[in-house]
């Protein structure tokens, strides 16, 4: 395991295996390219969590991050779906995404207006309450797994 740490400057910090980063001060960007991530940490400033691929940072400790870029089906828990104020896809011509939960819970994503396509969401087996922004112009795909889910488009 190693522990990434970005100093004051503006960090690209790529974590792989059980990697704990913190980008520190400034503004990073924190790329996810593996399974087992155990800490992933923005820090100050504006900060971004990018998957690489469809990784699985379930149980991870998220913190500090304002913005999340989106593989196709990368796997989290609602609550950490829910910790970025702007969900967006890892480039600008990607226009759709997936998520797969690992557990319940609230959360409202706020999906950037580059993601026009569709938003497949998987499920957990717990209750999953999600709220898309009232921007939000793509489709939601649903894959329900138990419990009592929702989902609303913003008001
Ligand atoms: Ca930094
Ligand atoms: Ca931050």
Do not use: C, K, P
């Not at 400790?61 to 304002?66: I, K, L, N, Q, Y």
Request: glycine share 14%; proline share 0%.
């Amino acid at each position: 395991m190693n522990q990434l740490i970005g100093g004051d400057g503006n960090d690209v910090v790529v974590v792989r295996g059980q990697d704990s980063a913190n980008g520190g001060i400034g503004n990073d960007t924190v790329i996810v390219a593996a399974n087992g991530t155990t800490v992933l940490a923005g820090g100050a400033n504006a900060d971004v969590l990018r998957f690489d691929n469809n990784y699985d940072i379930s149980a991870a400790a998220v913190s500090g991050f304002e913005t999340v870029e989106l593989n196709y089906g990368q796997t989290m828990t609602v609550a950490q779906l829910g910790s970025f104020a702007v969900h967006t896809g890892t480039s600008i011509s990607q226009t759709s995404t997936g998520v797969t939960l690992s557990a319940g819970g609230t959360a409202t994503i706020n999906a950037a207006a580059t993601l026009s396509g569709t938003f497949a969401i998987a499920y957990s087996a717990q209750a999953d309450n999600l709220t898309f922004n009232a921007a939000y112009a793509g489709n939601v795909s649903l894959n329900g797994n138990g419990g009592n889910d929702s989902v609303t488009s913003g008001a």
